[in-house]
């Protein structure tokens, strides 16, 4: 017997209020941070329009609680084509300083690429939920073709980070899904022989993105040459988290004078302003709201029978735990420097607008919760 649809006074009663208030309060301790690790000689106030951008976000999030998840997901492939032609249009009509990144639309301006990561995930999990063939090597190639696309189109502009994400969150998704361990590391394995080989292609990547990970490679090494060059990004972002102290200066001017000297360290490089501002144990408190954000999320996939709407809330789990600890690491050196937001917090109204549309849909997953009859969670 199908189930009723829920009247929306039915979902907002049903809905996780805990963990929308968890994105809520990383998402104000964004406009906090951001407006630390403004420049004093910005042009824009970025505190002011991160605040503009979390009022937009929660609205766009009460807006996916309204909408069934099943009628989302059965769209599926409308959303990833219009991401794919946002996606193009940003190669055509695209602006950035260092990279065609941003599109303009009606005095809009967004990075098409944000919103993919959630559309992505979207399509994975309708892709997955209704097709078996991922369980056989070969059908790997379907959900393999489907990230594979908006990679490249994202590379090409280029912004090699984002692209990056798409790949642990499509294998996460996959091996919960069922699809064989050994497939998988297959898989990983030539696809670890091919960026190897593309690093070593001549023009095959941007010089820039081989100076990153050169940096990454040679950063403990005492050269003048290679701090002041292509190392400066990482040298000094791993002085200004290295400097910190326990509990921080706090958000005042000097820890604003502090970071003066990252670049974009309203956005990319928020971690290191959080652990000045805050020190070592505001930093892994801001890591325990992560934890428990994606910890909630991880709860609704659990707890839901229906294929789709657990895939979903699986992804985008997935989605903000990677894109945190890259984006930490990084900061600190563990990593080579991509260009990659820390969620809610770092400067960036489509970064902040896609993590509310992401976590509206776990929302509208966690309130709907459907009962389904089959032998296993996918079948």
């Known amino acids: 017997m199908p189930q009723r649809p829920l009247t929306l006074s039915e979902r907002l009663a049903r809905a996780d209020w805990l963990l929308l208030g968890l994105g809520v309060a990383l998402g104000l ?47 599926r492939y409308l959303w990833y084509a219009g991401g794919l032609l946002l996606l193009v249009l940003v190669l055509v009509l695209g602006r950035g300083k260092s990279a065609q990144r941003w599109i303009s639309l ?16 979207v399509t994975l999990a309708g892709y997955i939920r209704y097709d078996r063939s991922h369980r056989r090597f070969a059908g790997l190639a379907g959900p393999f073709a489907l990230t594979l696309v908006p990679v490249l189109l994202i590379v090409k502009q280029p912004d090699l980070g984002t692209a990056l994400l798409f790949i642990p969150v499509l294998f996460v998704l996959l091996y919960a899904a069922g699809a064989r361990p050994r497939h998988l590391l297959l898989v990983g394995l030539a696809g670890l022989l091919a960026g190897a080989a593309l690093y070593a292609t001549p023009g095959a990547l941007n010089e820039y993105q081989k100076n990153r990970v050169r940096a990454f490679l040679l950063q403990d090494r005492e050269d003048t040459d290679l701090r002041r060059g292509l190392g400066h990004q990482n ?13 921080g200066v706090g958000v005042g001017e000097e820890a604003r004078e502090a970071v003066e000297p990252l670049s974009e360290s309203h956005s990319d490089f928020v971690f290191p302003v959080v652990l000045t501002a805050f020190g070592l144990l505001g930093a892994l408190g801001l890591l325990g709201l992560y934890a428990l954000l994606v910890w909630r999320i991880l709860r609704t996939s659990v707890r839901v029978r229906e294929p789709s709407g657990r895939l979903l809330a ?56 459907p009962v389904e009859f089959g032998r296993g969670d996918f079948d």
């Not at 609205?59 to 769209?75: E, H, K, N, S």
């Open 29 to 75: 301790l964004g406009v906090v941070i951001v407006q630390a690790g403004t420049h004093a000689d910005a042009a824009v106030d970025y505190g002011a329009a991160q605040m503009r951008w979390l009022v937009l976000g929660v609205a766009a999030c009460l807006l996916m609680l309204a909408v069934p998840y099943r009628m989302v997901v059965a769209l």
């Open 106 to 121: 009606g005095g809009f301006h967004m990075q098409p690429s944000e919103l993919m990561k959630v559309i992505l995930v």
């Open 235 to 247: 040298y000094i972002s791993r002085l200004v988290a290295g400097t910190a102290t326990f509990t």
């Open 314 to 369: 699986l992804g985008v789990g997935a989605l903000f735990a990677c894109q945190t600890l890259i984006n930490a690491a990084m900061t600190l050196g563990l990593l080579p420097i991509v260009g990659m937001p820390l969620p809610f917090l770092s400067a960036g109204g489509s970064s902040l607008l896609a993590c509310f549309v992401a976590l509206g849909l776990v929302l509208n997953v966690g309130a709907d919760h």
